[in-house]
């Protein structure tokens, strides 16, 4: 293709010249195929990329077509149920939600539902009231004086530095309309998280914001935003579902000056946030630096995240918190589904147990040690919808997070350029053009109305299922595709040989 290109290059070089120098005219088209030729022979010069090596000029197409590959894909070619980590029904649910618009779909699922990967509610015949009033969950054991009413639905760990100022802003004054609480992400909580909102303040492995000079956990530090009045509650992270034993990771595009001076960091440069504490390196360890931030905080709900890996490590955490007679009062459970800013494919495909095993796992561990009723169970993992918060609740959880839901609500079209800081709507972006495409008051609106109509739809569910409260949701309220397999053995005869037709 190279040779073809300068044949054919040189070709029209001459003939439009020959044109020019006879008739006068066509001297555009002169400049424009030499810079083409020079174009050309540079890509044909140059060792780094094959593809324009091989093909002058036209290689560009094929780094065009890459870039909007996203776009055709989400588009032009992908159908209402396809989409990945989301569907498009499942976008256009949220944003029609977030919007406060009519959020019904005609004509039918779209859905096979005849297979045996179908799930369901077993709806009742005989439903119940529909409650107005949106579920709340107290959070605080035995040791905790400062329990905390959360809602069932609220906004899980996304960082400032991960997301942009106005979006952080956003998701607090929604949190603020709405009574439910911003969960600030490991990168720190600063003064765009403190918009009146409620607060859970996510203590990572970088200790940003409670860091000492070598990078280590600062007591001092810790106490003094811990005892701020809208920090409701503690989360110490020990992992991520989308990259459980790797610490976070903040690109280098994304950290500006401003975060890396929030951070104690270096800025443009990648921060990579260690892969485990330097405060605790056992479980022994973890469960006294529970009591200590309990100490610190004056007794507010202290509780950790992580992504199920190794069980026995959890029932050994589990066996601590007895021997101490310490115990966190929640767990945050995440799946190796969860969704983040930036992570190794390697780890976001295949490290860490999927949401719902996990969620069944530590349940039924809490309950057979005994200490379930110590402890509230928290979840987060592509909640995004009332369906999956009342199948969450029946899992074993008390209460939900979403990040990529109210991601949703903020306008997040699914673009997948979270990490390169090119978000084209302002969400995942620290470029400043971009980021004021993204109005705060008008998003605000949004995310309060994403929770409040998520959260009725879930009490709709709940009323279809004859059921008057969350407490009375258990897994028998559904019913999976392979229980069909089941009735029709009950109810078809093996054959019809005996049958009179009419």
Same mark, same amino acid.
């Given at each position: ?414 673009? !997948? ?72 053995? !009950? ?12």
């Amino acid at each position: 293709m190279r040779q073809k290109f300068f044949v054919l290059g040189i070709t029209a070089l001459i003939i439009t010249s020959i044109i020019y120098f006879y008739f006068n005219t066509g001297l555009i088209f002169i400049i424009l195929i030499t810079i083409l030729l020079i174009i050309g022979i540079a890509n044909s010069s140059q060792h780094k990329h094959a593809i324009l090596r091989n093909f002058p000029v036209l290689g560009y197409f094929r780094y065009l077509f890459e870039t909007i590959a996203p776009e055709i894909q989400q588009y032009f070619i992908e159908r209402s149920t396809d989409g990945k980590p989301f569907s498009r029904n499942q976008r256009t649910l949220a944003y029609q939600r977030a919007k406060n618009i009519d959020a019904t779909t005609p004509f039918g699922t779209q859905l096979n539902l005849n297979q045996s990967s179908y799930e369901g509610i077993k709806h009742s015949i005989f439903p119940a009231k529909v409650n107005e009033e949106l579920p709340r969950v107290l959070v605080g054991g035995p040791d905790c004086t400062q329990p905390y009413s959360a809602s069932l639905l609220n906004i899980s760990a996304m960082s400032f530095g991960s997301l942009s100022q106005n979006a952080i802003m956003a998701l607090n004054k929604g949190a603020l309309q709405g009574k439910f609480y911003h969960n600030t992400g490991e990168g720190g909580l600063t003064e765009f998280h403190q918009q009146g909102g409620d607060i859970t303040w996510q203590i990572g492995t970088g200790y940003f914001g409670c860091r000492d000079d070598r990078g280590g956990f600062d007591g001092g530090k810790f106490a003094e935003k811990a005892n701020l009045p809208e920090v409701k509650m503690i989360e110490i992270k020990l992992s991520q579902g989308a990259k459980p034993g790797h610490g976070g990771v903040l690109p280098a595009a994304k950290n500006t000056v401003e975060i890396a001076k929030i951070r104690g960091v270096q800025p443009h440069t990648t921060i990579l946030s260690p892969p485990g504490h330097a405060a605790f390196s056992d479980t022994k360890g973890l469960i006294e630096f529970i009591a200590k931030l309990r100490l610190l905080s004056n007794g507010k709900p202290i509780g950790f995240k992580l992504c199920i890996g190794e069980t026995s490590e959890f029932e050994m955490i589990c066996q601590e918190m007895i021997t101490q007679n310490c115990f966190p009062d929640f767990i945050t459970v995440d799946g190796a589904e969860g969704g983040t800013g930036a992570a190794p494919l390697e780890f976001a495909d295949g490290v860490g147990m999927p949401f719902e095993p996990a969620l069944i796992f530590v349940n039924k561990t809490l309950v057979r040690f005994g200490i379930r009723d110590k402890i509230r169970i928290i979840c987060s993992g592509k909640i995004i919808s009332g369906y999956s918060i009342l199948k969450a609740v029946a899992l074993g959880a008390d209460m939900c997070n979403s990040a990529r839901g109210f991601m949703f609500s903020l306008g997040c079209i699914q673009a !997948l350029r979270c990490n390169n800081n090119t978000c084209p709507t302002g969400v995942a972006a620290q470029d400043k053009m971009l980021i004021k495409g993204l109005v705060v008051t008008d998003k605000s609106e949004r995310v309060f109305h994403f929770h409040k109509n998520t959260l009725h739809a879930a009490n709709e569910l709940l009323a279809a299922a004859g059921k008057k409260s969350f407490a009375d949701v258990d897994i028998n309220i559904f019913m999976r595709g392979d229980e069909f397999t089941h009735l029709s053995d !009950l109810f078809f005869p093996d054959n019809l040989k005996n049958v009179t037709r009419h």
